[in-house]
Each structure stands twice: as structure tokens, then as C-alpha cells.
């Protein structure tokens, strides 16, 4: 199951943000061998997205109803609708995603003149939805993010080596982050920024 940018496969004009999947290993977040439209995906057109942090708090009372304690749990994620409605998008967000571990880069573009990268590692829902007419989109995206137990560093050689992977696939990530990586083991991500 091969996934590659294919712009007449999309059903629209509107051109969105990109998004960069790379499989890593379900415990460790390594990368193993990175192919072009299997374990590097790079998906160009997106009609909408979302990158939202969430909170869940829990109030923990006694019997006069006084709050005692407070926890709170994060939520990292990323939504959004994949323009493509080609058989191997439909395929790769349908199947090939089920049971698998992705180290994200959604880009979310220029802010204050720089460009910015937001940088997960977690699991994509296998989920498609075919729609034609006005406006069509096809399938929707999820991205949650995994908290690593400890933090991850991605090396300025192995993100060298992925953008050098897709420009030999003739589809170049412009803007693309060129030094390391490290995701805290508090937040879950990175934001990566500057004129790369």
C-alpha cells in the first residue's frame, strides 16, 4: 500500500497545510528505513486542520464538597481532512496506519515571518470518508500524540536523511527543520521554528 502527493487526486482547488508521517517503532520511536509512500508519507493538501492541546481537569473533593486536590490530563492532537481521494491515500489512512506509531511534523506555516513545524509522536486513526460535490474532502485525519516516558531526540542527519528521501520521490519539503529535535518527555512535543 503506497501513498504519494498526487495533486490531480484531489477533489477541490483550496491547497492546505502539509503533513509529514514517519513510522517509528512502537516503543523505542526510532525510525527504522525510511520509503518514500510507505514509511514516509508527506501529504500536501489539506482542506482544514487543527493542532489542539486539551486539558482535563479532575477536582478531587471531600464530603463538604472543598477541593482537595487537583489533577489534570493532556491531550495533544491533530485533526484536519486530507484533500486526496485517490485509491492509495484511501488505503494508506484505511489500513496501513492500523496498529502503527508515527513521528509527526504537521507544518503550520509562517507566524511572525518564521516558519513553524509542530513535532509529535503518536498514533493515526485509520478512519476514510468519501465525498463528492461543492467543496469536497475526503478523509478525515487524527493524529494523538504519545507522551514518551523519557525524551526523544531526532538528529539533524536522520531529518537530512528524510528530506533527501523526499526530494528523490521529486516531492521537496520546503521549510523543512534542519537541526535536532528533542521532544520533552513533559509536553509530548516540539515546535520547531525559524527560516529554515
Known sequence: M????????????????????VVVDNTTYAPGTLTYG?????????ATSEVLHTANKT?????????????????????????????????????????????????????DDLDQWHVSIGQVTPQVKITRGA????????????????????SATFLASLAAVCTAASDTLTDFPATAITIPVSDGYYIAEGSF
Do not use: C
Open 38 to 46: 510507505t514509511t514516509v508519507a508527506h501529504i500536501k493538501d489539506i
Open 2 to 21: 503506497a501513498i504519494s502527493v498526487n495533486p490531480d487526486a484531489i477533489p477541490g482547488d483550496d491547497i492546505g497545510g502539509e503533513i509529514v508521517l
Open 59 to 111: 477536582e478531587k473533593k471531600n464530603e463538604k464538597q472543598e477541593v482537595r486536590k487537583v489533577t489534570n490530563t493532556y491531550t495533544v492532537g491533530t485533526t484536519g481532512m486530507i484533500m486526496q481521494g485517490d485509491k492509495g491515500t484511501l488505503d494508506y489512512f484505511a489500513s496501513y496506519v492500523k496498529n502503527k506509531t508515527f513521528l509527526q511534523f504537521k507544518k503550520t506555516g509562517p507566524v
Open 135 to 154: 467543496n469536497d474532502t475526503n478523509t478525515p485525519y487524527e493524529h494523538i500524540a504519545i507522551v514518551p516516558q523519557s525524551a526523544i531526540t531526532y
